[in-house]
């Protein structure tokens, strides 16, 4: 029996190179099937197509051409992130520098959970982490030495993405502050942090009305006295709103409240200097949320976990004798297991360190700069537009608009036309008791016509 190949190994590359031709070409000849931001027909179409591709699933017999035949089928049936018109989620067009670092992650393979596993992802994240934490908590901790390996320096932990972040700051608090200590959020908040609180038996979170779309200080003023963690958000999901973080973090500091701050999405401002200044207050939180699989161009997952003080990462410690034995870690070993809630992690960092390498902070700040400005342009398309309304000016890069006079019932209906006939992805949001068309410009690439295109297609798919 033939051995396939690997893709490690001496071997491994030349084993690779062709395979690497084949998924090009695949994703080339899909693309080109699919001629634009989605695939046309809706779930059924789709889901036909893909049947037809996959056949049997486990064959008696492997099929040599299965590679081709997947890429291709799954390309022409993607939403391409790249694509000027599909601009609906946080869903980024990752760079060519970072998926590429994401294929020698791959076939090293390395494993997270023990030194013996990762010896060189293990000490990449720690300077990665260490570096990225600094980023957000530019301002000495409050009570802090200098001294680097003080155990209140600052720290950061890979995650999956906001969702995962937002648990794990969750748990820390309770370990931190005690069983009873309640979460304070928004409306504005993201849904990942009650449902957080759900699943780690805390009690019922306290939901603060934002019917302006940010948290209001002056409504935190009225919860009741008892251990708190409040969850503010830098960059909702909706709007990209940021809300007001000095006054939160002045609140809690009154208050004696644990602060959370839910920078998934705005945090990537952080790398631009003209934008940097909206992230005022991040570094008084006790963690922070990052996404580097929005602001940051990152094939998912790209997540992180700031938290001020490293000596709170201590409530994750674990022991598992075969990977951080006491004789071991004595010995010297680096321990890894409190590094995370999962077991096996695959070295997400190794892509977010090649694109901090190559681009800088200039080029990265560029992106953020290049995308922003683009939600301003859009904006202004709108607004100066007989036939639509806007709902405010862009935060970060979202704008959120609605054909003037249409009904929230047709404003769904135009959003479903376009995803049906693969010609624009848009998401939706509920703002001001009324439904609006959602666009998230995270392709720094998108041009002005581009932009006018988008709006004069949706102003074709709407009744009159």
């Not at 409530?315 to 004595?330: G, H, I, K, P, V």
């Not at 720094?444 to 581009?450: L, V």
Request: proline share 9%; glycine share 8%; hydrophobic share 40%.
């Amino acid at each position: 029996m033939h051995t396939p190949p690997l893709a490690s190994g001496p071997e491994g590359p030349a084993s690779l190179r062709p395979l690497l031709d084949t998924v090009l070409d695949a994703l080339g000849e899909g693309a080109r099937a699919r001629g634009g931001p989605l695939p046309a027909g809706g779930p059924e179409a789709v889901a036909a197509r893909v049947r037809d591709a996959l056949g049997t699933v486990l064959p008696d017999e492997g099929d040599p051409e299965a590679l081709r035949h997947l890429v291709r089928a799954v390309a022409e049936g993607s939403a391409d992130p790249a694509d000027p018109f599909c601009a609906a989620h946080l869903h980024c067009p990752p760079l060519a520098v970072a998926a590429a670092a994401d294929l020698a992650a791959s076939v090293l393979n390395p494993s997270l959970d023990s030194w013996d596993q990762a010896p060189a992802a293990s000490e990449l994240e720690t300077q990665v982490t260490r570096a990225l934490a600094n980023e957000v908590y530019a301002d000495p901790p409050r009570g802090a030495g200098n001294c680097a390996t003080s155990p209140h320096r600052p720290d950061a932990l890979i995650t999956t993405g906001g969702t995962e972040s937002n648990q794990l700051a969750l748990l820390l608090a309770r370990e931190t502050q005690g069983p009873d200590v309640r979460l304070v959020c928004g409306e504005n908040a993201h849904h990942s942090l009650p449902r957080a609180a759900w699943l780690l038996g805390m009690p019922d979170p306290i939901i603060v009305p934002t019917p302006h779309g940010t948290l209001d200080p002056a409504a935190l003023e009225t919860i009741p006295h008892g251990p708190l963690l409040i969850a503010a958000t830098a960059g909702t999901t909706d709007a990209g709103l940021i809300d007001p973080l000095p006054e939160i973090a002045a609140l809690c500091a009154q208050r004696g409240a644990r602060l959370h701050i839910d920078a998934a999405y705005g945090g990537g401002l952080l790398f631009s200097d003209t934008h940097r200044p909206q992230l005022t207050g991040l570094s008084a939180a006790d963690t922070v949320t990052l996404d580097l699989h929005k602001l940051g161009w990152q094939p998912v997952a790209a997540g992180l976990l700031a938290v001020r003080d490293a000596h709170d990462l201590t409530a994750l410690d674990q022991r598992a004798d075969y990977l951080n034995a006491d004789d071991d870690t004595e010995a010297g070993l680096p321990d890894l297991l409190g590094r995370s809630l999962r077991t096996t992690r695959r070295p997400d960092v190794f892509k977010i360190a090649v694109t901090l390498k190559t681009l800088g902070r200039t080029g990265l700040g560029a992106l953020v700069d290049q995308v922003c400005y683009q939600a301003r342009e859009f904006a202004g398309l709108v607004h100066d537009h007989p036939g639509f309304e806007l709902h405010e000016p862009p935060t970060i890069s979202t704008v959120l608009f609605r054909p003037a006079g249409a009904t929230d019932d047709a404003v769904a209906a135009v959003r479903r036309h376009l995803l049906s006939d693969g010609r624009a992805v848009l998401g939706r949001a509920r703002a001001a008791n009324r439904l609006w068309l959602k666009v998230t410009l995270l392709n720094p690439t998108t041009r002005p016509a581009d932009l006018a295109g988008l709006l004069k297609l949706v102003e074709g798919t709407t009744p009159r």
